[in-house]
């Protein structure tokens, strides 16, 4: 990568913020994966824009990616500029009965501000370990609750460099996706809709949904939550026990004991040993029950 393009991004970000040839593994949570050529954290929507605008003029590629939780790098790494839309782009306001949160804000953090300002029907997203933008891009969603149902606007830049605000109505959104991520736009920041309740009930439905994850889900290992996509009148983790892939290793990867949906990270496995698990997977269920099981996880 050319040293004069590094040096923009430095003069944008802050050379702290630049970081050459870092291990994905600490930023994706399946704690595994290659490095990234270059790695980048604005620290504003303003900083973010120029980024990227610096990669489009110089063609080099790049990934904007959040809290890394439905993503894996595969070990030969990502040649070009990863940016990480983290804590530094963050910022979470109460407006009346709405909440405007920035991209990298925790989808917990937004729950728990709406708790405390007694605003229910963000309860389903609070367990989600994911940032606002990447639960905008693919329609997140939990326990019957998903971003569609209270996504009022988002604003994104567009592949011009534009700053648009795009219309709950024009996100198109469906099962795990949205045109924003059709269209490979950014999320900057959107606006969700809730309505009054009483904290002490808002918090008690967030901790019965906690319970529930933390009894179903093997949340003691590094993973990407559910790995593959719900095949129309399936359920991925059925399709998968029922082929007898329960506890089925490669490597240090895993297809969990304790949830048959998740590919967890069991004993230091490599991003090729969670890509392997999951062809026999799909290979084994398409085999045995004629379904295609598509991933959910994004692998760059």
């Known amino acids: 990568m050319d040293n004069a393009f590094i040096e923009k991004i430095k003069e944008v970000v802050g050379e702290k913020y630049v970081k050459e040839n870092e291990s994905m593994a600490s930023h994706c949570t399946f704690r595994c994966g290659g490095n990234a050529e270059l790695f980048v954290t604005p620290g504003s929507i303003d900083e973010l824009t120029q980024v990227v605008a610096l990669c489009r003029e110089n063609n080099v590629e790049f990934l904007v990616i959040g809290n890394g939780s ?21 910022f979470i306001d109460v407006i009346g009965e709405d909440i405007v949160a920035d991209a990298g804000a925790k989808l917990s953090a937004v729950a728990v501000t709406a708790m405390e300002n007694d605003l229910g029907g963000f309860e389903f997203a609070h367990g989600i370990p994911g940032n606002i933008g990447g639960a905008v891009m693919m ?19 567009d592949n011009e460099g534009n700053i648009i605000t795009l219309d709950a109505s024009e996100l198109e959104m469906g099962y795990r996706t949205s045109i924003i991520e059709k269209k490979g736009y950014i999320v900057l920041q959107a606006r969700i809709g809730l309505n009054i309740g009483f904290s002490e009930d808002i918090g008690l439905i967030m901790q019965m949904f906690m319970q529930k994850r933390r009894a179903s889900q093997p949340l003691e290992y590094p993973s990407a939550g559910s790995t593959f996509k719900r095949p129309e009148g399936y359920f991925a983790g059925k399709l998968i026990d029922d082929a007898g892939l329960r506890g089925y290793r490669v490597g240090g990867a895993m297809v969990s004991e304790k949830h ?35 991933p959910e996880v994004r692998i760059i």
Do not use: P
């Open 70 to 90: 439905n993503l894996l790098v595969k070990d030969e790494g990502y040649k070009g500029v990863i940016i990480e839309v983290n804590s530094r782009i963050s």
């Open 260 to 294: 048959c949906g998740f590919v967890i990270n069991y004993d230091n496995a490599t991003a090729t040993d969670v890509i392997n698990l999951m062809k026999d997977v799909q290979a084994k269920v398409k085999e045995k029950f004629d379904v295609q099981l598509e």
């Open 139 to 157: 329609n997140a969603g939990a326990y019957g609750g998903e971003m569609k149902q209270v996504l009022k606007w988002v604003k994104v830049l």
